[in-house]
Structures are given as structure tokens and as C-alpha cells.
């Protein structure tokens, strides 16, 4: 016989912050902290202030790590970022459609570290003592010592949910080290392979 009654009073609190799905904010983050992805450093350059006048002062380079980062197509050449709705990273790949991506080494953790700061200081101080050359295409930083560099143009932005996926067509690709493993973060921490 089915129960009639009222339903109960909700007395766990973890059940209050469940979605509709069932999944908790926390339940989906610990499932997902066990898959294991590469560290990337996706930059950019803010256009000029002023356009029309060459001797106004150039854009700051904008640096954001990101671990949400897939190869997407072979043929054409496309990869995909995720990035949180109303980042810098966002706003700005928003209105400047060329990007780069440095696929971060073993031995470069500080510079993901640095770039995941929440209420970080100015970009440009952040790149100070980080050894980079800039895209031909882009002219965003591609970091020295990087495993891969690409330079990106973006072909599509797709909301999704508190996120965009920003998927770019790679310009160039390039090794510039062949040293070292890869870095890649699991279970809420950067780690080395092996």
C-alpha cells in the first residue's frame, strides 16, 4: 500500500544542496577530482586600449591555468577550454578571439600554482620571471620550457551550465622541450606521473 502521508521534514543537511539529479556540489567534485588530466597555461593578450593610436599603451597579458583542456578534431585542428562564466579569462576570450595554450611540464607546478591564485595580483607581475616567447599569430605568451605550445583562434563559444566552452582552431603547434613528464592534477593536487 502506497504512503499517503505528508512527505517528511528534511533534516539532512548535505540533501538540502543536492540537485534535482540527486548529485551534491561535493558528491560530483570528489568523483571528478579521481580523474586524472593534464595542466595547461591558456593565455592571452587584451587588445590595445586604443586601437586607432599606435603609441597608446599595448593590452596586459592575461594568464589563467586551466585543467579542462581537450583535444576536440583532427581535421580541422580543434581544441576546447572550459572556463567559469565571468572569469577574466572569459571576458576577455569573449572580445579577443586568438589565444595560446602551453602544456605545462613536471617541472613548471609553480607557474600552475601561481596562475590558479584567487584574488592574484596583476597578470603582468605574474609573468614577470617566467621565461616565454610570444605567438606569431597570437602574441600571447607561450611559456619556455613547455612540453606543447598552440596558438588558438576561437571558432565557437557554447554556454554550459556555470561554464564556456571555448573551442579554438589551432594555428600552430609546437615541442619546445622534450624533457620531463607531464604535470597533471588529481584528487585536488598537482602531481608528476609515475
Not at 169 to 182: D, K, N
Request: hydrophobic share 40%.
Amino acid at each position: 500500500m502506497p504512503n499517503t502521508s505528508a512527505p517528511s521534514t528534511i533534516t539532512d543537511p548535505s540533501a538540502a544542496a543536492r540537485h534535482a539529479e540527486g548529485v551534491s556540489n561535493d558528491e560530483f567534485r570528489a568523483a571528478l577530482s579521481r580523474l586524472a588530466s593534464g595542466v595547461v597555461l591558456v593565455t592571452a593578450q587584451e587588445p590595445p586600449l586604443d586601437p586607432d593610436d599606435p603609441s597608446a599603451p599595448a593590452g596586459e597579458d592575461v594568464g589563467m591555468t586551466a585543467t579542462a583542456f581537450m583535444s576536440v578534431s583532427l581535421d580541422p585542428p580543434l581544441v576546447l577550454v572550459s572556463l567559469r562564466n565571468g572569469s577574466r579569462m572569459d571576458d576577455l576570450l569573449d572580445e579577443q578571439p586568438l589565444w595560446s595554450v602551453s602544456v605545462l611540464s613536471e617541472s613548471q607546478r609553480h607557474i600552475a600554482g601561481r596562475f590558479a591564485m584567487k584574488g592574484r595580483v596583476s597578470d603582468r607581475l605574474l609573468f614577470a620571471d617566467i621565461p616565454y616567447l610570444r605567438g606569431e599569430y597570437s602574441g600571447a605568451p607561450l611559456v619556455g620550457g613547455a612540453l606543447a605550445t598552440l596558438e588558438c583562434r576561437t571558432e565557437q563559444r557554447v554556454p554550459a551550465g556555470d561554464h564556456t566552452l571555448v573551442i579554438g582552431r589551432v594555428l600552430t603547434a609546437r615541442m619546445p622541450s622534450a624533457e620531463g613528464g607531464p604535470l597533471t592534477y588529481f584528487r585536488g593536487r598537482y602531481r608528476q606521473l609515475g
